[in-house]
């Protein structure tokens, strides 16, 4: 069965560094997400991507994050300069199509230190 | 603004017993969807429910949409240890409609 894969799975780094969280979608999959989950906290919305452009995006995703589908297979988040905030569970998420379900990677813990 | 909540935000029950999470939101949607989150895993689908259905079925879970109150409810019948895990309603907002957004979530706890 098709799934979304992410990688690596854990990554630490130190604050100010920057960071790119790798992602691949099922292959016939159009919309894609990153999500953000502080340790037990709820799932948050980063942003969606379609066309190859961002689609939507939250409060969150500011000028320190940035997207990227490159090679029409890979999905990258990009932090620029981390912070110990930015400490948490990131995940990648994929659909086929408009208002259906989302397929999620098992997620890449980012530990800022 | 938060759009779906879920209530309660914990639940442990004996197996066996059924278990009744909810969930509010608070604009217009096309589908409602539920997810379930093991610890520290990635999310999973369970079953979508669109804005002009009442309930739904998918093997032990049910599914039921009220637009007029923006509420839904997830039931899980006959719960197994194993159905311990995280409960999450999402919709889809956003000028684009492209954001689907989560709710807080429902810590499940199945005792054996």
């Known amino acids: 069965e098709p799934e979304v894969t992410q990688t690596p799975s854990h990554q630490v780094t130190q604050m100010g560094q920057e960071v790119i969280l790798r992602c691949v979608p099922i292959s016939n999959h159009l919309y894609f997400y990153w999500y953000r989950q502080i340790l037990g906290q709820k799932v948050e919305f980063l942003v969606s991507f379609y066309n190859n452009e961002i689609s939507e995006k939250s409060e969150i995703f500011d000028d320190q994050f940035s997207v990227e589908r490159p090679d029409g297979s890979n999905f990258t988040l990009k932090i620029r300069s981390t912070k110990l905030e930015d400490s948490a569970m990131y995940f990648c998420a994929g659909g086929g199509f408009q208002n259906t379900e989302a397929f999620f990677g098992q997620g890449t813990r980012l530990t800022v230190v | 603004s938060q759009q779906g909540e879920e209530d309660p935000q914990a639940l442990s029950i004996q197996e066996g017993e059924n278990a009744t999470m909810n969930c509010s939101y608070k604009t217009s949607i096309n589908n409602l969807q539920w997810y379930r989150q093991n610890s520290g895993r990635g999310l999973v689908h369970l079953i979508l429910?669109?804005?002009?259905?009442r309930e739904k079925h998918s093997g032990r879970l049910r599914v039921t949409l009220d637009t007029s109150k923006k509420s839904s409810s997830l039931l899980i019948t006959a719960s197994r240890a194993a159905d311990t895990a995280s409960y999450f309603c999402a919709s889809y907002q956003g000028n684009a409609g492209n954001m689907l957004t989560f709710g807080g979530g429902t810590r499940l706890m199945v005792k054996p």
């Open positions: 429910i669109r804005s002009n259905e």
